[in-house]
């Protein structure tokens, strides 16, 4: 799903457009991009890949004497409320040193629009799409690090199942090249497989029933009947697509799904167990399943999340979270996870980057290959030619960069729906302060095109804007008032939501 929806091909891009074009021009009003503002820093971002499709919904200004605390809330809450009710939108944001910053939960919209009834709380589960993808990268390579599998080794000779890795399934130009297929080149997707959600064959029965069961390799073979979209690529730089006509890597739940059975050959043992085993115990994760594999690890329902294709359901929005047909997402796509656990497994990867306790891997080298600097070096497909903004890949990560230069870049992922998971590295202001290092997670759990509004990135501009409150001297200095006051801040904001929402 996340990568039907997050992948903008020109195809897509034509619909939006088609779909979208006109109405997109009366939601126009909002004040011009001005210089120096985060939302200027989101359009030139985007803009070259989107535009005219976005909006600028403009910078919030605060006036000096609102609390840090407030300023997030709103920033949250804003993003939210583009999604017209629909959907609740939860953020947490920690320090480098684990320290909780801050955190919100909004249920936007008037009383009873929402699936789930009011309150959403801090600790509602919820479904993270391809943010799926990190995780399951983040596992093997606890296997890479341990040195039980080598990055070059092939696929078909560590899963031997022609079930599952079927010799027919990378065909490219009337020749087959699935025994080329490495480890890494499924990581960062250089394999050049296929994508089975853009098969039709797979749309139709995937669309006929949403109760369908699913299972991982009914999926492969849909993706097997495909053509790829290059010969397994062994260079340093990017292949060719062929079909978009231009140098990037082709982005495919499809590797994801290979890398599922890895891990479940590698352990003998289901993938949901193979999570448990190597990333929420030794991560302490309490909250995080794969779900319809396993039991729920929560009390607390799953919030729910919406999808609309105008194409396909007119102005009916889907609550994806109610369809047992999203087993087809798989290791790609189909854990479940908290805000809490999500931190806990972003500073599992990024603290291994120094000697201690707190990091998932031991050598240096797997930290290298996983997010040192020169894993990112490829471009993914929704870059088009004509502008790819600064937004690499390495294998289950992106790298994004500010186009303000003093704020450096951020490193995650994202998923359908407007969840993101993300780090931002230590830096420099420009007035010579060193900031330390922050995590971001949330979710907006947003319809991933709203018939109006398209919305594939808004979680950009959630981050963006925080992050240009927290590189501010003066908000610097209000935080270490505020943050010891957190505690008493939650449980009076927990107090409110548990009040009966007012009919308006
Ligand atoms: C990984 O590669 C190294 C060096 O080529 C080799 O010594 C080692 O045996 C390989 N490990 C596995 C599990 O294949
Ligand atoms: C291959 O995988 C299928 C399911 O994908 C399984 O039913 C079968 O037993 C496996 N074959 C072997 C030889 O392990
Ligand atoms: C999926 O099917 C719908 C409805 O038939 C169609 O509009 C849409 O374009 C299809 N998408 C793909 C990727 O084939
Ligand atoms: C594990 O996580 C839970 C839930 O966040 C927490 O209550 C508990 O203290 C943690 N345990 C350890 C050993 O850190
Ligand atoms: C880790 O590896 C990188 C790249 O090979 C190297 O530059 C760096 O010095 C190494 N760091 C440590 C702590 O060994």
């Not at 396909?312 to 290791?331: F, K, P, V």
């Not at 931190?343 to 990867?349: A, E, F, Q, S």
């Not at 992106?398 to 998971?421: A, Q």
């Not at 509004?453 to 808004?458: A, D």
Request: with cysteine.
């Amino acid at each position: 799903m996340a990568a039907l929806l997050s992948r903008l091909t020109t195809v897509l891009l034509a619909l939006l457009f088609l779909t979208h074009g006109a109405v997109a021009q009366q939601q126009a009003p909002q004040e011009p991009c001005k210089e120096g503002h985060s939302s200027c820093f989101l359009m030139r971002g985007l803009q070259q890949v989107y535009d005219p499709y976005l909006t600028d919904w403009g910078s919030i200004q605060f006036d000096p004497n609102t609390p840090v605390f407030e300023r997030f809330e709103r920033l949250l809450g804003r993003c939210t409320d583009r999604n017209l009710g629909l959907g609740a939108g939860l953020m947490r944001i920690v320090n480098g040193d684990g320290t909780l910053v801050w955190e919100g939960a909004y249920d936007g919209g008037p009383p009873g629009r929402n699936a789930k009834p009011p309150p959403v709380t801090r600790k509602h589960p919820y479904e993270i799409a391809s943010i799926s993808k990190m995780l399951t990268a983040a596992t093997v390579f606890t296997y890479v690090d341990e040195g039980r599998i080598n990055l070059s080794d092939k696929i078909m000779d560590l899963v031997p199942n022609e079930t599952k890795v079927p010799p027919t399934l990378h065909q490219y130009k009337g020749k087959y090249y699935t025994d080329q297929i490495t480890v890494q080149m499924l990581l960062n997707h250089k394999s050049g497989l296929p994508e089975y959600w853009s098969s039709p064959d797979f749309n139709k029965t995937f669309l006929a029933d949403v109760n369908r069961w699913w299972e991982p390799e009914e999926v492969i073979a849909f993706a097997a009947k495909m053509e790829a979209h290059y010969v397994p690529y062994t260079g340093e730089d990017e292949p060719y697509i062929e079909k978009y006509d231009q140098m990037a890597v082709y982005y495919s739940d499809t590797n994801y799904i290979l890398l599922g059975f890895l891990l479940e050959e590698l352990e003998g043992k289901p993938l949901a167990e193979v999570y448990k085993l190597r990333l929420y115990e030794p991560l302490n994760m309490t909250s995080t399943w794969l779900r319809y594999r396993e039991e729920a690890r929560s009390s607390l329902p799953i919030l729910n999340r919406y999808w609309s294709k105008p194409a396909i359901h007119g102005n009916e929005q889907i609550d994806m979270s109610l369809h047992r047909r999203q087993t087809a997402e798989w290791a790609g796509g189909g854990l479940v996870s908290t805000n809490e656990d999500l931190i806990k497994v972003l500073r599992g990867i990024f603290e291994s980057r120094r000697p201690g306790p707190g990091g998932l891997y031991k050598n240096n080298e797997t930290v290298q290959r996983f997010f040192g600097p020169d894993a990112f070096h490829m471009h993914v497909d929704y870059d088009t030619k004509e502008g790819q903004w600064d937004n690499v890949y390495s294998s289950g990560i992106f790298k994004v960069k500010f186009d303000n230069e003093e704020w450096g870049e951020i490193l995650g992922h994202e998923g359908s729906g407007n969840s993101f998971v993300y780090w931002l590295p230590p830096l420099e202001t420009s007035d010579g302060r060193r900031l330390g290092d922050y995590y971001f997670v949330g979710t907006l759990n947003q319809l991933e095109q709203l018939p109006d509004i398209p919305n594939l990135f808004w979680w950009f501009d959630v981050v963006w804007e925080t992050v240009e409150q927290l590189v501010d001297l003066e908000v610097q200095e209000k935080l270490a008032v505020e943050i010891p006051q957190l505690p008493k801040y939650l449980q009076e904001r927990q107090a409110e939501a548990q009040r009966p929402a007012i009919e308006t």
